[in-house]
């Protein structure tokens, strides 16, 4: 069974740019959770999907945006970086919509200069 | 709003002594609990799952307890050892936000030979 798989595993982008970051879930979960980890503090739910539709969505301004594709694979995009989102991206995946235990993959590093 | 609180942020022990972890949240209606493991610049490894209606969880010489009605859980971890050096972040899903993790700061362990 192929556990939760991101990429690219760190990025270095410039103020302004956009990014698009990647997840693949695990093999028979179909629901997609997005967080954002900033050094040193715990993670920030950013949003949720379940069969390509958003479920849920933390206190992110619009510029942060996901996409969930039929493979139940899922990216998160970013526009106009700011400094402050630099930080560790973390994709989790869960077997069905509810109340599921969720499995984590290795993250992306973003750092924004 | 839910919070979570993890005591201390930060804890060093020499190796074999048994240690506990404290983790508080705000809002006890909560549907279950995790507690997870995040080593330097890693994902998350999810170590022990309470549901609410469950008082604790034991895996190997990792032990969990959960007190829902005083917001309080700890993890209790045996013999510690070198290897358990690593960052431990609980976090809680509340009944009303679908499956939203919500993390608290995290404990730094250091296990010294």
């Known amino acids: 069974e192929t556990g939760v798989t991101q990429s690219p595993t760190h990025l270095i982008k410039t103020r302004g740019q956009q990014v698009t970051l990647r997840c693949s879930s695990q093999s028979g979960h179909n629901t997609v959770s997005w967080y954002q980890q900033a050094l040193g503090q715990g993670p920030q739910f950013i949003f949720q999907y379940y069969r390509e539709e958003e479920n849920g969505r933390g206190n992110f301004p619009p510029r942060f945006s996901g996409l969930q594709f039929p493979n139940y694979s899922s990216e998160l995009n970013v526009n106009a970086l700011e400094l402050d989102d630099s930080a560790l991206y973390l994709c989790?995946?869960?077997?069905?919509?509810?109340?599921?235990?969720?499995?984590f993959g290795p993250g992306t590093r973003l750092t924004v200069l | 709003k839910q919070e979570v609180t993890q005591i201390p942020a930060a804890l060093s022990v020499p190796e074999g002594e048994n240690l506990v972890l404290n983790c508080s949240f705000t809002d006890s209606a909560i549907y279950n609990l995790q507690w997870f493991r995040q080593d330097p610049g890693k994902g998350l490894t999810s170590l022990l799952l309470i549901q609410s209606s469950q008082r604790e969880q034991t895996s190997g010489r990792l032990n969990a307890s959960l007190d829902k009605s005083s917001g309080r859980s700890t993890l209790y971890i045996a013999a510690s050892q070198p290897g358990d050096s690593a960052t431990y972040l609980c976090a809680v899903v509340n009944n009303n936000a679908g499956n939203m993790l919500t993390f608290g700061g995290g404990t730094r362990l250091m296990v010294k030979p």
């Open positions: 989790a995946s869960s077997p069905r919509q509810g109340l599921y235990e969720q499995f």
